[in-house]
């Protein structure tokens, strides 16, 4: 068996390992090791290639601005941030048809742009807009669809996790990558809200209404949101305006949040040990991952797949865009068993130089962001896509008396939406790229 057979083996030897329940960063470093054994045949090598690869993958200055993120999102949620988001929108716009269901989208859009994670927007927006769905009358499905559809939005306007890996497995201007991300989560946001109507029509059933609310709440209530409208300015405007990088972004708004946090009264010395240990748990867990898929990737490379598979691609003759289409298609599939920074740190390697090897009639950086946002939204379409959305199952973990088949047919038109905003994004570059060229 040559390195090339045996690192297209280890896919499924990997997918194996995940469906048994082993950890996938776990997983993915036990077939490089197990790989690269078999391709050095002995373990010194193999000793040599973990310390190396520890220390090149944990010594990258890039990495310190995640864990600054998650905090960020912890001290929202205890600052009660998320549930102002969420009490603004409702306000304006629950007395319409499907309102509040679009205020629970519009709150995890606005919460998205303090917390880079989809499952921590969608778990936090759920423990506030649930109970509210429930009271002003709406039915189960739509309430959980709306909410794992709006907790994408999480990983699509920034900060995001995910872009921060991408940017550095491609080494890519993570500004840029934020700012490319800004038109694409802004149509996702309104093509779920423009879903709603549409089901709101068909299906005036299963939406509730709440009785107006007078110009005094409304106004109480947006004044409540102003930590987040000043600490997104303040954060995404610095990175924007080069007075901060996103590492230093990211500290003045953890920072920031927890100003807003201690000043709401959620933050105290007893929360904010949980805070800080929550986000020590989920940096942990993400950087065992990034580490196993360093160990996996550099297997990878000595195999020489990567560069194998796109001088095949090129040698074939394809259309590069049917080659992306099957790529996009694929992250959609693997979205249904792998959770997204996963499918990040093992994809990219291979094929990243696949596309950038096909002319698509941009400049290698701009090909490099534009990929990226595309990669981000179909991880995003597998969060939500059945049977193993991760974003549903966090979702319906909080509404216990809601059955996960109402959730899977409620959240389709979802799906549909984020199709169609993807091949709107495929066939027309520019909508993501323009706001780069200014």
């Not at 919460?111 to 927007?121: E, M, N, R």
């Not at 429930?134 to 909410?147: M, N």
């Not at 994408?152 to 490319?180: C, H, M, R």
Request: some cysteine; aromatic content about 10%.
């Amino acid at each position: 068996m040559n390195t090339i057979e045996l690192a297209l083996w280890s896919f499924p030897v990997l997918l194996l390992l995940i469906f048994v329940r082993i950890p996938i960063g776990l997983s993915m470093m036990l077939c490089g090791l197990g790989g690269a054994y078999l391709i050095f045949g002995n373990v010194t090598p193999i000793i040599n290639q973990l310390k190396q690869v520890t220390y090149s993958t944990f010594s990258s200055y890039s990495l310190s601005v995640i864990p600054l993120f998650l905090l960020m999102g912890q001290f929202a949620a205890l600052g009660g941030l998320s549930k102002a988001l969420f009490k603004a929108a409702e306000v304006w716009i629950g007395h319409r048809k499907g309102g509040v269901a679009m205020a629970a989208v519009g709150a995890c859009a606005g919460f998205g742009a303090i917390c880079g994670s989809s499952l921590a927007t969608a778990a936090t927006m759920g423990q506030v807009a649930l109970p509210e769905l429930k009271k002003a009358g709406y039915a189960g499905g739509i309430s959980t669809a709306c909410l794992a559809a709006g907790g994408t939005l999480g990983i699509l306007i920034p900060p995001s996790v995910v872009l921060v890996i991408y940017a550095i497995l491609t080494e890519q201007n993570i500004a840029k990558l934020f700012l490319a991300a800004f038109i694409p989560g802004i149509l996702a946001a309104l093509g779920y809200v423009i879903v709603i109507a549409i089901y709101a029509r068909l299906h005036p059933q299963d939406m509730g209404t709440l009785p107006p609310a007078p110009m005094k709440e409304r106004l109480q209530a947006t004044a409540r949101v102003w930590p987040v409208v000043l600490i997104f300015l303040l954060v995404v405007g610095g990175i924007y305006g080069g007075i901060f990088t996103p590492t230093e972004g990211a500290a003045v708004g953890a920072f920031g949040t927890g100003i807003a946090a201690w000043l709401n009264g959620g933050l105290n010395r007893k929360t904010l040990g949980g805070a800080l240990l929550g986000t020590a748990v989920a940096t942990a867990m993400i950087f065992m991952i990034v580490l196993g898929a360093g160990v996996y990737n550099t297997f990878l490379a000595l195999s020489q797949l990567p560069q194998e598979a796109a001088a095949a691609v090129a040698s074939w003759g394809l259309s590069p865009l049917l080659v992306l289409t099957a790529i996009l298609v694929l992250y959609v599939i693997l979205g249904c068993f792998m959770d997204s920074l996963s499918m990040i740190l093992l994809t990219i390697p291979v094929f990243f130089p696949i596309v950038s090897a096909l002319d698509f009639g941009l400049p290698p950086d701009e090909l490099a962001i534009w990929f990226g946002i595309l990669v981000l939204i179909v991880v995003e379409v597998g969060l939500i896509t059945p049977p193993v959305g991760m974003n549903l199952f966090v979702i319906n973990s909080l509404a216990r008396d809601t059955p996960i088949t109402q959730t899977y047919r409620a959240i389709m038109p979802f799906v549909l939406s984020d199709l169609l905003r993807t091949a709107l994004l495929v066939a027309f570059p520019s909508i993501t790229l323009f706001v780069l060229r200014f």
